[in-house]
């Protein structure tokens, strides 16, 4: 029995001595792999207890009320002269730009107009010269002072003459005397016209008494020419500027006319010329009672 005992201290001394020789070796890898484990502070949490950090907000802070300050001052106190000077001259160049802008809409609507007014005063006259010219009668003569007769129709590069039919309106109508010439002075283009009346003797000049009526203002030039009639198929048309044949008129007469700074188109007229009086209404002539 004494002999068994040594031996169970021995086996418990043993088992004591391994035991805490593995708690030592645990502790002592803990102490070890702890300082790595842990993670390293971030540099919030460093700066938050630095002595450093608080004055630093504390003058960010600082410069933000004084920046808010002087903004509330500045809105209390207004604009200064110069940001008014400025927003003043913008301001005027911007109404200067709208006035321009306006000024011209309203001149080029005017130039629009003055044009329209022009090309509608072309048609006109070209309408009225067509009907006075296409009618042109050939068939009645005019005594000459030297007792020859002639037809009505003469005419060169600046004025013509003849005896057409007068557009029917009121008050007037049937066979005139006409006659196309610049006069005046700034010179105009000027129409005049009398109702016809048989001649017994010779014939009256245009004067006076007939009326007269402006085609165009502002008259910059004028010129007329003629084509004359073939008689046979191997004649040819040929332009002149005049026409005195006694005879026969032209078959076509061009005008070129240039009035108020702008050129017509050329106004190209063909006369039927009438070779009979059947069917000639005279107007406005001396009763034969």
């Known amino acids: 029995m004494s002999a068994q005992r040594p031996a169970a201290r021995r086996g418990r001394t043993s088992s004591l001595g391994e035991g ?26 460093r700066h938050k207890g630095s002595p450093v950090s608080a004055p630093r907000r504390l003058a960010a802070s600082s410069a933000r ?20 000077v400025i927003a003043l001259s913008l301001v005027s160049l911007i109404m200067l730009g709208l006035v321009s802008a306006l000024g011209g809409f309203g001149a080029t609507a005017s130039r629009l107009d003055e044009r329209a007014g022009r090309a509608g005063d072309a048609w006109l006259v070209g309408g009225l010269l067509r009907t006075a010219l296409a009618s042109g009668v050939r068939q009645l003569k005019q005594t000459l002072p030297d007792g020859s007769k002639v037809n009505f129709f003469r005419g060169d590069a600046a004025e013509l003459s003849w005896l057409g039919t007068m557009p029917a309106r009121y008050g007037s109508g049937g066979l005139h005397r006409f ?57 040819e048309a ?43 209404r005279l107007v406005n002539t001396p009763s034969t009672r």
């Not at 808010?68 to 604009?79: E, I, L, M, P, V």
């Not at 004028?222 to 084509?227: C, G, M, N, P, V």
């Open 65 to 84: 009320n004084r920046a808010a300050r002087d903004a509330r001052r500045r809105a209390a106190r207004g604009f200064t002269l110069v940001e008014v």
């Open 20 to 45: 805490e020789a593995g708690v030592s070796r645990s502790t002592a890898a803990r102490l070890r792999s702890g300082p790595a484990m842990q993670s390293r502070p971030s540099a919030a949490q």
């Open 179 to 235: 006659r196309l010439a610049a006069a005046g002075s700034p010179p105009r283009l000027l129409l005049q016209y009398l109702p016809y009346v048989p001649d017994t003797g010779v014939s009256a000049a245009m004067d006076e008494s007939a009326a007269v009526h402006v085609l165009a203002d502002a008259l910059d030039g004028l010129r007329i020419a003629y084509q004359s009639r073939p008689v046979t198929p191997a004649e």
């Open 238 to 280: 040929v332009w002149s500027d005049s026409w005195t044949d006694p005879e026969r008129l032209p078959e076509r007469v061009r005008l070129d006319i240039a009035a108020a700074g702008e050129t017509w188109p050329p106004l190209f007229i063909t006369i039927a010329g009438v070779d009979n009086s059947d069917g000639l």
